[in-house]
């Protein structure tokens, strides 16, 4: 966790990144040091409305010192005494930095129900230093804050206006701090290969400048290229994160990175190597208070075992997922599966009262899902991703200093505007007439597969002695199964299958079906899925997170990334035309 910055160059006192993710150090609390703290909090900024006084012996003390105590002592009671004497002093000279560190260390050693508090006081004091590091610093710490109770779309706003203030510096380690927490919102979000481009910079400005930053960072890439299907480098990132540790003498990540590496075996069914790693490593886990990643360690550990048969300590591991639901609050999209599964056991047990219940949980949970999604989403992509822009466009009017031009150049915006409007006006029906003809070729595309489906149902044509004729009717046979629906299917697993090597099985995919591999596969599950949800109603009304599991996708933005690129129209579009049409069954 972050604690203070400082002016001095030799004591840098602000760590580049919190313990990720997102460690919550919470050490038990004296009743001297509740007094302390109550005391300290009653008027955060102005040092007179503090009743004590700073002790002779720490009177000339510097920050620094002061700091150096705060980090060494164990004992509560002193460092309460520490905390309080830092706070004190900077009130007392009008110091709003230090003021703003000193509540920065407050918000680190804090219990959980007091760190914002502590955090509104740091904003406060650091707005006063009227300096843009110093109150882009605060807003990041006070985001961190909220991020280690899950609190993700609080945590989003602070990120974004830290990024306002620290985009104005040309302070390297605090702009690639904020990237670090974009990054994570983006991981969250589902835009890994936006996340993956922001933590390599991350990782090469950090290998340099901070260990403990430096192995964050990689743990990052390697959630990200695990969630994105990219398993081997999901391996290779997770083993160079505990060469790295071994290397710089650093081991706290340790534990993460195996328990990294146990999730992503549990994505590719290797089972038992999945629970030994993650009970391995869940230990540390649970010794950090990270109660998200011990959510996502039981979710796991419930689906190996649930696919290795053993339901009944499959669904002890989902209930303690959803013990620490109903205490946080907390849940992330692919969790969500572990009700499905206790709904799945009690109905194959009669138990309707449960079954009910963990029902009523999963619609509680998609709706929190679906609002906190939104919102970030909006957040993100509105405020975040639009910052070159917006940055260009205040360099121009900054260089707009001739005030004779400004109703030229209003006139000019508003006639750009009004120009943008119309353009935009007539690509609206354009787009709009343009998706109705390809919502038309869909259907009749839709119409095709299904007779050419029928007609791959005849007896089998004999077998050539030609490799090629051999790997075409493989290919027919694919077509006219549901292999294709695999999430993990790859070239090699399908040239296996069809007894041929990769390079061969491309080449004709190429040449007999004018598609890459990846193309080829996308546009017969998008396919399968289209005629679906033209022919069974119920799909209809199916989120796309549901229809992209139904279509073999592996996230819901691969999904609907290539449905769109494969047919020219969203699958929301293409639902709402269908249901506009109800004598189409």
């Not at 339901?311 to 002890?316: C, H, I």
């Not at 929190?368 to 919102?375: M, P, V």
Request: some cysteine.
């Amino acid at each position: 966790m972050c604690l203070a910055n400082t002016t001095s160059s030799t004591v840098p006192r602000d760590c580049p990144t919190p313990k990720f993710p997102d460690f919550t150090y919470d050490p038990p609390m004296t009743v001297r040091y509740l007094l302390m703290a109550a005391l300290c909090c009653a008027q955060p900024i102005r040092a007179r409305a503090l009743p004590a006084q700073i002790p002779d012996s720490l009177e000339r003390k510097s920050y620094d010192w002061l700091f150096e105590r705060i980090e060494e002592n164990s004992s509560d009671a002193e460092r309460s005494a520490y905390l309080r004497t830092f706070v004190l002093k900077a009130q007392k000279e009008e110091n709003w930095e230090e003021l703003s560190n000193g509540y920065k260390n407050y918000v680190h050693y804090a219990p959980d129900r007091q760190k914002l508090a502590y955090a509104d006081s740091m904003v406060a004091a650091a707005k006063r230093s009227n300096r843009n590091e110093v109150i882009g610093s605060a807003y990041l710490s006070k985001g961190i804050a909220y991020y280690g109770q899950k609190r993700l779309s609080e945590a989003m706003d602070s990120y974004l206006v830290a990024d306002c203030y620290i985009a104005k510096t040309d302070d390297k380690y605090l702009i690639h701090k904020t990237k670090y927490h974009i990054g994570q919102i983006k991981s969250y979000l589902g835009y890994y290969d936006e996340a993956v481009s922001i933590f390599r910079q991350c990782i090469a400005y950090f290998k340099k400048n901070n260990t403990r930053a430096y192995l964050n960072s990689l743990h990052s890439l390697g959630v990200c290229y695990k969630m994105a299907g990219n398993h081997g480098m999901c391996t290779q990132t997770n083993e160079l994160g505990i060469a790295e540790g071994i290397r710089t003498g650093n081991h706290d990540m340790e534990p993460y990175f195996v328990f990294s590496e146990g999730v992503n075996q549990c994505l590719i069914h290797n089972y038992k190597t999945a629970i030994d790693k993650l009970q391995a490593s869940l230990l540390g886990i649970r010794s950090n208070k990270d109660f998200s990643n011990e959510m996502v360690g039981y979710f796991y550990l419930g689906k190996a075992c649930w696919g290795m048969g053993d339901k009944e300590r499959a669904v002890a591991y989902f209930k303690k997922l959803d013990e620490i639901y109903r205490l946080r609050g907390y849940m992330r999209p692919d969790l969500r599966g572990a009700y499905e599964h206790l709904i799945s056991y009690c109905k194959e047990r009669g138990l309707l009262q449960e079954q009910l219940s963990y029902v009523e949980k999963l619609l509680e949970a998609d709706k929190k899902l679906h609002l906190t999604h939104a919102y970030l989403q909006a957040k993100i992509q509105k405020e975040y991703d639009t910052k070159e822009l917006l940055a260009a466009q205040q360099s121009l009017k900054r260089s707009l200093d001739n005030r004779k031009y400004n109703d030229q150049i209003l006139a000019a915006v508003i006639i750009a505007l009004l120009l943008i409007v119309a353009y935009g006006t007539v690509r609206y029906y354009k787009n709009k007439k343009e998706a109705r003809k390809k919502y038309a070729a869909l259907l009749q595309r839709i119409e095709v597969i299904s007779k050419t489906k029928a007609k791959t149902s005849d007896p089998e044509m004999a077998m050539s002695r030609d490799a090629e004729t051999a790997v075409l009717l493989s290919l027919k046979k694919f077509e006219s199964s549901t292999k294709f629906l695999e999430k993990d299917l790859t070239l090699t697993k399908l040239a296996s299958h069809f007894n041929t090597n990769t390079k061969y099985l491309s080449l004709i995919i190429l040449k007999h079906r004018n598609k890459k591999f990846n193309e080829y596969v996308n546009g017969l599950k998008v396919d399968h899925i289209a005629q679906r949800i033209r022919n069974e109603k119920a799909l209809q009304n199916y989120t796309h997170e549901a229809l992209a599991d139904e279509a073999g996708f592996s996230s819901t933005r691969r999904f609907v990334n290539a449905f769109t690129a494969i047919t020219g129209i969203s699958p929301k579009y293409f639902i709402d035309e269908l249901k506009k049409s109800p004598d189409r069954e």
